[in-house]
């Protein structure tokens, strides 16, 4: 068993094998380790070996059982499409998120401390609607490269919107994946239509900044998730999004770092 640089469905990481002795092996026996396989390993093992093709695909059972441990009973309930077997439904769902990360990573793929006007996440959050819990997982939280701003997005998903995650899970999922972004900080500031004392309708601006790590704010706040899904609407007449991070310093301060060292020599 070897790394491959590319896998099925155009994603990295799948695993390239030896097919020889599987095919020799009792039927039982190739069940048995298929079933064992990621559904990546699952796709190269049916597109490469042709012997193991019609295996693969019309186990029905085997691809039930997958969709059962991939999606919650939620998520299979609100599962609106026209598929007429467990492998083509399987592998739309997957398909559908893994379209749905890769059209809204582009609108938040951006430096820290940018400051991003909330339609411009609102719109990454409308691309990414739909997708499951594992999606969030697989394409995003266990993605190295995957932007906080993304990762935000992809726990409002979870968080949010139906079928909803409880924040202890999506928390844990994101230390499971190994996700770099889940210890970083944003900051989200809204300008609501604040009240005057003794006045009983709305008068003036007022300024609510949100800030904390994505884990912290999942655990101490999760109805801002609820908040940020809702967007600018009703009380909320702006709001802007910020990746946190160590503030570059101007050339003209690394000018000076470099004249005082140049003097102390």
Known sequence: MESSPESP????????????????????????????????????LESTCSHLRDLVASDEHAWRVRCEMRFTPEELAVAVDDATTWRERFM??????????????????????TVVHFRRFEEAQRRLSGITFQDVREFIAAERSSP?????????ECMAREPKVEPAEVVGMLKDAGCE???KSVRLTQWLLGRLEGVGYRLRD??????????RLAVDNPRLFEVM?????????????RAIGPEKK???AMLGTGMHISQAA
Not at 92 to 113: E, F, I, T, Y
Not at 148 to 156: D, E, S
Not at 206 to 215: A, N, T
């Open 181 to 183: 972004a889940s210890g």
């Open 206 to 215: 007022e300024v609510v900044v949100h800030e904390g790590s994505l884990e």
């Open 229 to 241: 899904l809702r967007g600018i609407q009703y009380e909320v007449r702006d709001m802007e999004v």
């Open 148 to 156: 906080t701003l993304l990762v935000l997005a992809g726990m409002v």
């Open 9 to 44: 469905c155009g994603a990295p990481g799948a695993m390239t094998f030896d097919f020889h002795g599987l095919v020799d092996l009792p039927l039982e026996c190739q069940r048995a380790i298929i079933d064992r396989l990621h559904w990546r390993e699952v796709l190269a």
């Open 92 to 113: 739309r769902s997957v398909k559908r998120g893994m379209k749905a990360v890769s059209n809204a990573r582009p609108l938040l793929d951006l430096a820290d401390n």
């Open 250 to 252: 101007p050339w003209w």
